[in-house]
C-alpha cells in the first residue's frame, strides 16, 4: 500500500513539473509572437532570418523581405497602428509532413491572438515548430 502512495505522489509531482514547464512554453512563444510585431514594425530582416529553423537560401531572403513590406503595410499602414494585443488559445498539433521534411520537425504550435488597432480588429496567430534544436518561428502573424 505504502508503494502505491509513494508512486502516486511521484506521479502527481512529475505531472505538477510538466504543467509548470508547459506554462513556461507557453508564455515563451506568446512573448516570441508578440515580439515578432516589432520586427515587421522596422522591418528588420535579418532578426526574422534568426527566427527561422534554418539558414535562408537567397531566395527564401528575398521572399522574407517582400513578405515583411506586406506584413508592415497590413500591421501598421492599413490598421492604422496597433492599440493592442489580446492573448488566445494556444494549439498544439503535429508538423506538417513538408516540415518534418524539411526541418525534421516534431510537432507545432499556434499561438492565436486578436489584435486591436485603430482602423479594424483582427484575429491572427503565429505558428512555431519544434525541431532538435528547439522551437522556431514558421509563421508570423
Not at 516589432?38 to 537560401?57: C, G, Q, Y
Not at 531572403?61 to 492604422?80: A, T, V
Request: glycine letters at 4%; charged letters at 30%.
Amino acid at each position: 500500500m505504502n508503494k502505491v502512495k509513494v508512486g502516486l505522489c511521484l506521479l502527481i509531482s512529475l505531472s505538477h513539473l510538466q504543467l509548470i514547464a508547459d506554462e513556461k512554453l507557453e508564455s515563451d512563444l506568446r512573448e516570441r509572437c508578440k515580439a515578432s510585431f516589432k520586427i515587421i514594425e522596422n522591418k528588420d530582416l535579418a532578426a526574422l532570418n534568426k527566427l527561422m529553423p534554418a539558414s535562408p537560401s537567397e531566395k527564401e531572403i528575398e521572399h522574407n523581405k517582400k513578405f515583411l513590406e506586406k506584413k508592415y503595410k497590413e500591421w501598421f499602414e492599413k490598421s492604422g497602428g496597433i492599440t493592442e494585443i489580446q492573448d488566445g488559445k494556444i494549439l498544439y498539433g503535429e508538423a506538417s509532413k513538408k516540415m518534418k521534411k524539411r526541418y525534421s520537425a516534431s510537432q507545432k504550435v499556434r499561438v492565436k491572438f486578436r489584435v486591436l488597432a485603430k482602423n479594424y480588429n483582427m484575429n491572427t496567430s503565429c505558428t512555431f515548430i519544434q525541431t532538435s534544436k528547439g522551437w522556431f518561428l514558421s509563421k508570423l502573424p
